[in-house]
């Protein structure tokens, strides 16, 4: 049995869309099924539904926000992650959790590799280190998956902002000093159902990254928006210091895949092939 957490977030939906071929039995809850920040109930949907595998897709993601609320934060990312762990622990079920690029302080200029200090900036970079910590610390089998710049067809992401406010003004501004790569929720939900349904990952736990190919700053990523879905909307740079925020956000923050492709041996696809399948499944790619 795979226990898929965050069931109503973008990479849980995604998950959902992708594994709907498959032979494994997958349960998908979220907060209105199983409230995660309740041991208790962890333990119990654990127990009565055997879990063999447990994939966690639920955070607390509102990085400005989580300045003001990180109690809140911590109980997502830190408490109810160090619940789900516990109970993989007791029962011998695997935990795939999803972390990201925001455990880096992002002053670097080389790809970050798994084994890079952390030193995260802000309250969600302090609780998302905070539950890799808890994983590790239990004791459980498991792959902690460290992913950035999350895009998919479904809730709030950047892809969509960028079209809604393509289609209003007439101009948008985008910062040009943060470097990362764009990553498409269906290209993750699809490695994380290679991993676990080949159960390739025994004896390979760990930290790995994840995130498409290739790298550019988040102006570039909303040019090529504009290019494919053929928006007129004109695209113009700016610094980061124009958009006054509650938190510095990393300025790079590319993540070395290197450890990840070699373990498992699959190709990782290119930032801008996945950009061009999700603007289609939205209906805007310009043909």
């Known amino acids: 049995m795979i226990w898929v957490t965050g069931a109503n977030g973008q990479l849980g939906r995604s998950l959902r869309r992708v594994v709907e071929d498959s032979d494994c039995c997958y349960l998908f809850t979220d907060v209105a099924e199983v409230d995660i920040t309740d041991r208790a109930a962890v333990d119990r949907f654990v127990d009565e539904h055997r879990v063999d595998v447990v994939i966690n897709c639920a955070a607390y993601t509102q990085v400005n926000r989580a300045e003001k609320e990180e109690p809140v934060a911590d109980r997502i990312n830190r408490e109810a992650v ?118 390739v990952c025994h004896g390979e736990e760990g930290i790995y990254h994840f995130s498409n190919e290739g790298v550019c700053s988040w102006f570039d990523f909303a040019c ?29 923050s590319v993540l070395d895949k290197t450890k990840f492709k070699r373990t498992f041996r699959q190709k990782i696809p290119y930032w801008r092939d996945s950009l061009r399948i999700c603007l289609d499944r939205l209906g805007v790619l310009k043909k």
């Open 82 to 199: 160090e619940y789900l762990a516990r109970a993989a622990q007791r029962c011998g079920a695997l935990l795939v959790h999803i972390s990201t690029d925001y455990v880096f302080g992002g002053s670097g200029n080389l790809p970050y590799r798994e084994e890079d200090p952390v030193a995260p900036l802000g309250a969600y970079g302090r609780t998302k280190q905070a539950g890799e910590r808890a994983v590790i610390q239990s004791g459980c089998r498991y792959l902690i998956l460290r992913t950035a710049w999350l895009y998919s067809e479904y809730g709030n992401n950047f892809v969509k902002t960028m079209l809604r406010l393509m289609s209003e003004q007439k101009q948008v501004k985008v910062v040009f000093d943060q470097v990362g790569t764009p990553t498409y929720a269906g290209d993750l939900a699809r490695t994380i159902r290679s991993l676990v349904e080949s159960e």
């Open 224 to 252: 090529e928006i504009a290019r494919m879905s053929g928006a007129s909307c004109e695209v113009s740079p700016c610094r980061s210091e124009e958009y006054p925020s509650d938190v510095e956000r990393p300025a790079y």
